[in-house]
C-alpha cells in the first residue's frame, strides 16, 4: 500500500492529541487565518480555493470557490455561512469524527469561508443526535472566542464573524442545503425550489453559502500550503486533494480513510480496510452512500474520483463505501434502504412520498415470496416515475437501489418471485409491519 | 414551572443569536423536552407564546423531526439503528437481545417506566455496528455481554462507561478496543 500524507486526519492520529486549542495550535493551526484575513482580500482568497480545484464533500460534488462566487458582489445586506453538519446519509460517518477529534480544524475552515464571502454570521447545523460533537464545538469554538479569533475585530483585523450552533433534530432531509434553511429557520425541512438558488436567496432570503464540514476543514490547510499544492493532489484537474471515504460492512477494518482521489476501490477495499471480514468473497458495494447506485466486483478497478465513478454508472456522492459479501440477498439490503427513504421522505413532492412507499410495500411483498411476476415491472415504472420528478435531489436517490440491483441481480427478485409461484402464494397479500417507525 | 421562569437566560442567549425569532424554536424545544422527556401540548403553547407563532406552526414542526417525542418515554431511551449499514453486521440480532432482555418490542417502555425501546434509521456510526444511542450517549460495536453490561450500568448507575467517547476508526493502534 502506497503511504499517503494526511492532511485532515493528520492532527487526530499523532499520539496524545486531544483536539483542545493549545494542541491545533501547537500543530500549526490558526495559521491560516492569521495568514489570510486582512491580508489577503476576499476575492482573492475565492481565487485561490478555485483554482486548488476543491470540489464539495457532502454529495454533490460542485466546485466550492465556484459556489462562493455566486454570491452577488454588490449586495449590502447580511449575508450567511451554514456549515452543513447534518451528516445522515447511511453509509457515513467521516464528519462525526472531525467534528469531535478535531474541531478547531472546521472552525478555522468556517472562518476563513466567512470572509472570503464577507458573512459575519455562520451556524454550525449539526444533527440533533450528535449530542457529543455539539458539546465538543461548544467547548472549542468558547474557546476560539476566548483566543480571539472569534467575534469582533477578530485578530486586530476589522473583520467580525459570529459562529453559531444550531441542532437538528432528526430528519436527513436538513442535510439538504435548501431544507436545511428551512430547518433553521424553525419550520418542517422541507427543500425549497430552486432557482433561485441559496446564493442570492438563502437564509431568510439573504445571500447564503451551505458548505460540508469536510469541505471547510479542507480550506486552512490551501491556504497554508496553497491551491497549487492541493491542485496536484488526487486525480487533477477535476478530483483534486483527499478524501475521507467511510468504509463499512463486511471489511476487517471498518472506518475512514483518508485517501488522495484517484486510488481504486480495490485497493481502498481490500489494503486500506482490510479486506473482507471472512473467507467469502465481495459481492457488491456501495460506492458513496445510500443514494449512490450499487456497483459489483467487476468495478473494483475503477478509480475513485468524480469522473471514473459516474462513468461506471454511479457516483462518489457522501464518500461512504459499504462492503457486502456473497450471500448477502441484494433484494433484502434494497428493502432495508428503501425503508430508510421512506421514513426520511419530507413529503413535500407527491411522487417521492408516495412512491417511497409503493416501493416498500412491492420490495417487502417480494421478499415475503408473495410477489408477482408483474411486481418487476411495478418497480421500475414506479422508479421511472420518481426520479427527477420531485423538487430535491431525494427523488434520484431513492431509485438508485432498485435500479441498481434489477440490473445488476435481478435473478435474485425472479428466483423469490418464483418461488412464491411454487408455493402457490404470489399476490396473496402478506401479513406486514406497518411501514415507517416500528 | 414555566419554560420562560427557569431558562429566563437560556432562552435570551438563545433568541441573540437568530435575527429572526422563530428560528429559536428548536433549540427551545429541546429544552421542553429536555425538561420533561417529550414535548407537551403546554409546553408548545407556551414556546409558541415566546416565538409569536401560533400552536399549530409549532406542532406541524415538532411533528417533522423524529428527535421530538410528543408523549412521555422512559428514564432511557434506547434507540437502536437498524438501517442497512448496522443490519449488514447485526443489529437485527441486536433488537432481539434488547427485546428479550427488557421484555418489550420496539415503541413500548417497560412497566417499570426504566426504558423505552425504538428503532431509528442512520445514526452515522455505520463502521462500528451494531449500535443504540441511549438518551444522549451512543454505545457502538454491541455484542451481548456488553448489552447486558451497559443495561445493568444504567439500572444501577444512571450511566455506563461504555459509552462511546469521541469517534475515532479505526481505533489507533495502542489503544483498547
Request: one cysteine or more; aromatic letters at 8%; charged letters at 25%.
Amino acid at each position: 500500500m502506497a503511504k499517503h500524507e494526511l492532511i485532515l486526519l493528520k492532527n487526530m492520529t499523532s499520539p496524545g492529541y486531544t483536539g483542545s486549542l493549545a494542541d491545533y495550535e501547537r500543530a500549526g493551526g490558526y495559521q491560516a487565518l492569521r495568514k489570510t484575513l486582512g491580508k489577503i482580500a476576499p476575492a482573492d482568497v475565492t481565487a485561490i480555493v478555485v483554482k486548488s480545484g476543491l470540489r464539495g464533500r457532502g454529495g454533490a460534488g460542485f466546485p466550492t470557490g465556484i459556489k462562493w462566487g455566486f454570491l452577488p458582489k454588490d449586495y449590502q445586506g447580511p449575508r450567511y455561512l451554514c456549515c452543513n453538519a447534518d451528516e445522515s446519509e447511511p453509509g457515513t460517518f467521516k464528519d462525526r469524527q472531525l467534528i469531535e477529534r478535531d474541531p478547531h480544524q472546521v472552525i478555522e475552515g468556517i472562518l476563513l469561508a466567512c470572509y472570503a464571502i464577507g458573512a459575519e454570521t455562520a451556524y454550525i447545523y449539526i444533527r440533533g443526535e450528535f449530542a457529543l460533537g455539539a458539546a465538543i464545538l461548544e467547548r472549542a469554538l468558547s474557546e476560539a472566542g476566548a483566543a480571539g479569533y472569534i467575534g469582533r475585530n477578530i485578530l486586530g483585523t476589522g473583520v467580525n464573524i459570529d459562529v453559531w450552533i444550531h441542532r437538528g433534530a432528526g430528519a436527513y432531509i436538513c442535510g439538504e442545503e435548501t431544507a436545511l434553511l428551512e430547518s433553521l429557520e424553525g419550520k418542517r425541512g422541507l427543500p425549497r425550489v430552486k432557482p433561485p438558488f441559496p446564493a442570492t436567496h438563502g437564509l431568510y432570503g439573504k445571500p447564503t453559502v451551505v458548505n460540508n464540514v469536510e469541505t471547510l476543514a479542507n480550506l486552512p490547510h490551501i491556504l497554508n500550503r496553497g491551491a497549487e499544492w492541493f491542485a496536484s493532489i488526487g486525480s487533477p484537474p477535476k478530483s483534486t486533494g483527499t478524501r475521507i471515504f467511510c468504509v463499512s460492512g463486511h471489511v476487517r477494518r471498518p472506518g475512514n480513510y483518508e485517501v488522495p482521489m484517484g486510488i481504486t476501490f480495490r485497493e481502498l477495499i481490500f489494503e486500506h480496510a482490510g479486506g473482507m471480514r471472512s473467507d467469502k468473497s465481495l459481492k457488491a458495494f456501495i460506492p458513496g452512500g445510500a443514494s449512490a447506485p450499487f456497483l459489483t466486483p467487476d468495478h473494483l478497478d475503477v478509480k475513485m474520483d468524480f469522473e471514473s465513478v459516474a462513468q461506471a454508472g454511479s457516483m462518489l456522492g457522501s464518500g461512504g463505501v459499504t462492503v457486502m459479501e456473497e450471500g448477502t440477498s441484494m433484494v433484502w439490503a434494497t428493502l432495508r434502504l428503501m425503508e430508510f427513504f421512506y421514513h426520511e421522505s419530507c413529503g413535500k413532492c407527491t411522487p417521492c412520498r408516495e412512491g417511497s412507499s409503493w416501493l416498500v410495500q412491492t420490495m417487502r411483498r417480494i421478499l415475503a415470496k408473495r410477489g408477482r411476476r408483474e411486481d418487476l415491472e411495478t418497480l421500475t415504472d414506479l422508479c421511472q416515475n420518481i426520479a427527477g420528478r420531485t423538487v430535491c435531489a431525494f427523488g434520484d436517490a431513492e431509485v438508485a437501489p432498485v435500479m441498481s440491483t434489477l440490473k445488476y441481480w435481478r435473478h435474485e427478485y425472479e428466483d423469490l418471485i418464483r418461488e412464491a409461484e411454487s408455493l402457490g402464494l404470489s399476490g396473496v397479500p402478506e401479513l406486514v409491519l406497518p411501514a415507517g417507525r416500528y | 414551572m414555566r419554560l420562560s421562569e427557569k431558562y429566563k437566560d437560556q432562552i435570551a442567549d438563545i433568541l441573540s443569536r437568530y435575527p429572526v425569532r422563530r428560528s429559536a424554536l428548536l433549540p427551545l424545544l429541546c429544552l421542553a423536552q429536555q425538561e420533561e422527556g417529550y414535548v407537551s401540548e403546554a409546553a408548545m403553547k407556551e414556546i409558541a407564546g415566546i416565538l409569536k407563532l401560533t400552536p399549530p406552526q409549532v406542532y406541524e414542526t415538532v411533528t417533522f423531526y423524529t428527535m421530538l417525542n410528543l408523549k412521555p418515554v422512559g428514564k432511557f431511551h434506547i434507540q437502536v439503528c437498524k438501517s442497512l449499514m448496522c443490519a449488514l453486521v447485526g443489529s437485527d440480532t441486536l433488537l432481539g437481545w434488547l427485546r428479550a432482555k427488557l421484555g418489550i418490542k420496539p415503541g413500548e417502555t417497560t412497566p417499570d417506566r426504566m426504558f423505552t425501546l425504538s428503532t431509528v434509521e442512520c445514526l452515522a456510526a455505520c463502521g462500528a455496528g451494531p449500535m443504540m444511542q441511549i438518551n444522549d450517549d451512543y454505545y457502538e460495536k454491541l455484542t451481548e455481554e456488553k448489552v447486558d453490561r451497559i443495561l445493568a450500568d444504567l439500572k444501577r448507575d444512571g450511566t455506563s462507561p461504555l459509552k462511546s467517547g469521541p469517534f475515532m476508526l479505526p481505533e489507533p493502534v495502542n489503544s483498547k478496543g
